[in-house]
C-alpha cells in the first residue's frame, strides 16, 4: 500500500487512538462500509418511494438526508 506523507501522518496520528496503524485501518474500512450501507439504504427507499409515491423533489431528499443520516 503506497501513501503519501500527508497520509502517513495522518495515520500516525490515529494510531495512537486505534492501537496501531492496523487498528486506524481497520476502523476507517469500518466506516467506510457503514457509509456504504447508508447510501445503498437510501437509494433503496428513494427507490420505494417513487414507485409509490413519484420521484421526490430535491429539498425532500435533503430533508430526509439530515434526519435519518446525521453526520
Known amino acids: 500500500m503506497r501513501l503519501s506523507d500527508q497520509e502517513r501522518e495522518l495515520l500516525a496520528d490515529l494510531a495512537d487512538e486505534y492501537g496501531g496503524q492496523s487498528g486506524a485501518i481497520r476502523q476507517g474500512i469500518h466506516l467506510l462500509a457503514q457509509q ?3 447510501r445503498e439504504a437510501i437509494r433503496e427507499f428513494l427507490d420505494e ?6 420521484t421526490p423533489a430535491p429539498e425532500d431528499i435533503a430533508s430526509m ?4 443520516f446525521p453526520r
Open 36 to 38: 456504504k450501507r447508508q
Open 49 to 54: 418511494w417513487a414507485e409509490e409515491a413519484g
Open 65 to 68: 438526508r439530515r434526519r435519518y
